[in-house]
């Protein structure tokens, strides 16, 4: 078979055309020293701040430390395998994580890698874990309410979607009980929750999924996990994570709520890494730049401006105390960076007030603006006579004696201490907090008897569900409380009193 020239010619053509340089350049660097899942790389001079790095076998790090002669990585698994003189590689990437809604119903890692067995994520997107917070400009002031369905909340220290609300008290009082009822009264709100568990014991964690699970809310809530046995780096990143899952909803238009479940854990994580990379330390040895740490990850919930979506992250940081003392060195950081906190002390928890919520320390710093209508005419009165009652018991311990309006007000603030007690994993609706607060500030409750004030309650409810089904849809619908609504629940309270007192 004869071969044309212009044949050969034309496939020499082409192959020079089709030819591609394979030559690339890598950066890369060498391991100096190892150790307490600290590296020590030399070589990478063009290495960025927070860069992800591959080191063998797959194991990643990031970059902490830029110094002179070599670079601080920390280390995100054990590093088994690894020694000096290994080859270390640039990424070019900061640390990012899958996004969406193939989380929800999930348990991931601190990278957001399932550790629930159930396979692998499905989701096209990813978002950096470290992210600059919005601007003042493209946000708007926090008024929608986020009902948490604990009636103590909802109706003195209320939170608004795009707030940060921070839950202290001592270990064993109540707290993750409480964000974890908030997350179950989102069913059918259109909020999508995020739980993170930083340094949380294994057990804890699953005991958690598993409530979330008995209650339908896995369905719309994602779990980020970096329990006390994981590397320290993958619990410093773990609520950044839980953040950047966040954000998917933010910013498309989207409701999200973050907790962060704790950040004393999440402090002390940082402080390991910082003494290990030796950083100086500082106040109880904690790095200088620690309320930066939890700045940059409070600022990122956010109420955006209706043109840009109207999304909002909402978030509940978590932090826990030492024998109630609010005036430790994490503590006062993060009350100075969230608008306002829910305070559960453990004398009202031994007491059996659950949950156990001091009214007079716990505060919202958006206050009404928060509140339904319908809360918001009901709750004024309770704060005050709540205060007035805690005043009054601390002076009438000292025996004097009472004339009857001091009665009255001590047996009306007895009634409403009962009607704030909840059940764990058992939220309220809008209707029900509205319609059994109405009763105790209006006094209709002051002629039961204080130990068979809950199963007032309950057997209430359940009437006025049944016999009223107009009021309760009409609070749930209009979120006001107008005569019409008020004259009815007056109508409902008289004939169920009646019935309830007539029972003994």
Not at 174 to 179: P, R
Not at 224 to 253: H, I, K, M, R
Not at 346 to 373: C, E, H, M, W
Not at 396 to 420: H, Y
């Amino acid at each position: 078979m004869a071969l044309k020239p212009e044949e050969i010619t034309t496939i020499l053509k082409q192959e020079i055309r089709d030819y591609e340089s394979g030559v690339k350049m890598e950066s890369t660097g060498v391991i100096l020293s190892l150790g307490d899942g600290i590296a020590r790389v030399y070589g990478l001079d063009d290495c960025m701040a927070g860069e992800l790095l591959e080191f063998p076998g797959g194991e990643m790090g990031i970059a902490l430390n830029l110094e002179e002669s070599n670079v601080g990585v920390v280390l995100c698994g054990e590093g088994h395998g690894l020694k000096e003189g290994d080859t270390v590689k640039r990424t070019g990437k900061i640390a990012s994580v899958p996004v969406g809604k193939g989380l929800l119903g999930r348990v991931v890692d601190a990278l957001g890698r399932p550790i629930d067995g159930k396979g692998p994520i499905v989701s096209t997107e990813t978002r950096p874990i470290e992210f600059k917070a919005p601007g003042v400009l493209v946000r708007q002031s926090v008024k929608e309410p986020l009902q948490t369905g604990i009636k103590a909340i909802d109706g003195m220290i209320p939170i608004g979607r795009g707030q940060r609300e921070l839950i202290i008290g001592d270990r064993q009082t109540g707290k993750t009980a409480v964000a974890i009822d908030t997350i179950l009264n989102q069913k059918g709100k259109d909020v999508h929750c995020i739980y993170v568990a930083v340094g949380q014991k294994a057990s804890n964690v699953l005991s958690v999924v598993k409530t979330l699970e008995e209650n339908g809310a896995m369905a719309y809530t994602t779990v980020v996990s970096a329990p006390a046995d994981v590397a320290a780096t993958l619990q410093f990143l773990a609520p950044y994570t839980g953040a950047a899952v966040g954000e998917y909803y933010l910013f498309n238009g989207m409701h999200a709520l973050v907790i962060y479940d704790d950040l004393t854990k999440h402090a002390a994580a940082y402080r390991e890494l910082s003494l290990l990379l030796r950083r100086p330390p500082g106040r109880e040895a904690f790095p200088g730049d620690v309320f930066y740490l939890h700045s940059r990850l409070l600022e990122r919930a956010a109420k955006m401006r209706q043109d840009l979506g109207g999304g909002s992250l909402t978030a509940l940081p978590i932090i826990e105390t030492q024998a109630g003392d609010v005036s430790g060195y994490i503590p006062t950081n993060v009350i100075s960076i969230t608008d306002g906190q829910i305070y559960l002390e453990s004398d009202l928890f031994y007491q059996g007030v659950r949950p156990a919520i001091n009214v007079g320390l716990s505060v919202s710093r958006v206050g009404g603006n928060a509140q339904t209508k319908a809360m918001k005419k009901v709750a004024g009165k309770l704060r005050l006579e709540l205060a007035q009652y805690r005043e009054l018991a601390a002076f009438m311990q000292f025996g004097s004696d009472m004339d009857k309006s001091t009665r009255d007000q001590l047996n009306r603030g007895a009634r409403l201490v009962e009607i704030l007690k909840q059940g764990q994993y058992t939220p309220a609706t809008l209707a029900q907090e509205v319609s059994i607060i109405y009763l105790g500030t209006k006094g209709a409750l002051d002629e039961v008897p204080l130990e068979r004030v809950q199963a007032f309650e309950a057997g209430f409810q359940k009437f006025l569900a049944e016999k009223y089904p107009d009021v309760v849809n009409e609070i749930e619908k209009q979120k006001e409380l107008t005569d019409s609504i008020v004259q009815r629940l007056d109508r409902a309270a008289t004939e169920y009193k009646a019935q309830f007192l007539a029972k003994k």
